[in-house]
């Protein structure tokens, strides 16, 4: 079985087909920074949100933007260059992905498009999250179990909100969650893989918390990834 890892896609979702075709792989595993926006996530992000997706594309020499720019005007440039990406192609069904594709949420997202994920569910794409476990089976052999959390890791009052927590644009996990998913983790003893945004490297409190997890793999995007 062939796995292609991969992150921080920010809404380029059609090279995941892309990849899949050229490596071969069986699945994909998303350490996220998805890109879940939708048509109505442009007036959900804030000003910030829209002004890093100006100045991360390949436009961003064409506009003289900055920390004080209209929202609006913002919105025009990234609605005129399509900087949310092609996620909306997906929940719309007019394209879908080729193989099984298990995803974090990464800290970019619009909180409310992966709320309605639960309710309106895409072809091949599975969301790892407190609720959902997957097991990973190589044939009729058992693999692995795959679990994840996604979002950002901020060790302040944002962490004891319950359940999924965002706004604006930004997601970040919440103890919650990790509580949430040991108790849905039942045999700790199996072989597992535990996807994060965020990297052990960045935030130490999560390489605490795995100990009690005891993935044999961890997979992790964002920054220090």
């Given at each position: 079985?062939?796995?292609?890892?991969?992150?921080?896609?920010?809404?380029?979702?059609?090279?995941?087909?892309?990849?899949?075709?050229?490596?071969?792989?069986?699945?994909?595993?998303?350490?996220?920074?998805?890109?879940?926006?939708?048509?109505?996530?442009?007036?959900?992000?804030?000003?910030?949100?829209?002004?890093?997706?100006?100045?991360?594309?390949?436009?961003?020499?064409?506009?003289?933007?900055?920390?004080?720019?209209?929202?609006?005007?913002?919105?025009e440039?990234?609605?005129?260059?399509?900087?949310?990406?092609?996620?909306?192609?997906?929940?719309?069904?007019?394209?879908?992905?080729?193989?099984?594709?298990?995803?974090?949420?990464?800290?970019?997202?619009?909180?409310?498009?992966?709320?309605?994920?639960?309710?309106?569910?895409?072809?091949?794409?599975?969301i790892?999250?407190?609720?959902?476990?997957?097991?990973?089976?190589?044939?009729?052999?058992?693999?692995?179990?795959?679990?994840?959390?996604?979002?950002?890791?901020?060790?302040?009052?944002?962490a004891?909100?319950?359940?999924?927590?965002?706004?604006?644009?930004?997601?970040?996990?919440?103890?919650?969650?990790?509580?949430?998913?040991y108790?849905?983790?039942?045999?700790?003893?199996?072989?597992?893989?535990?996807?994060?945004?965020?990297s052990?490297?960045?935030?130490?409190?999560?390489?605490?918390?795995?100990?009690?997890?005891?993935?044999?793999?961890?997979?992790?995007?964002?920054?220090?990834?």
């Open positions: 079985m062939r796995t292609l890892l991969i992150s921080d896609t920010h809404g380029k979702l059609d090279i995941i087909n892309q990849l899949v075709e050229k490596t071969q792989a069986d699945m994909v595993i998303h350490a996220g920074d998805f890109g879940f926006y939708d048509d109505s996530s442009y007036y959900h992000l804030n000003a910030r949100e829209l002004l890093l997706l100006i100045t991360h594309s390949p436009f961003k020499h064409e506009y003289s933007v900055n920390k004080q720019t209209n929202k609006d005007e913002l919105i440039i990234v609605k005129k260059h399509k900087l949310l990406g092609d996620f909306s192609s997906y929940l719309n069904h007019e394209k879908q992905f080729s193989v099984p594709v298990y995803a974090v949420y990464g800290n970019h997202e619009d909180v409310g498009v992966i709320k309605k994920l639960k309710s309106n569910p895409i072809t091949n794409l599975h790892l999250d407190e609720e959902n476990i997957f097991t990973i089976n190589d044939g009729r052999e058992f693999a692995f179990q795959l679990f994840g959390i996604g979002g950002n890791f901020l060790m302040s009052q944002k004891l909100q319950k359940p999924i927590a965002g706004t604006s644009g930004k997601v970040w996990a919440t103890l919650h969650q990790f509580g949430v998913l108790q849905n983790l039942e045999d700790k003893s199996k072989p597992s893989v535990f996807v994060s945004h965020v052990p490297g960045k935030e130490p409190l999560l390489t605490r918390l795995m100990i009690h997890f005891m993935p044999n793999f961890w997979i992790s995007g964002h920054m220090g990834g």
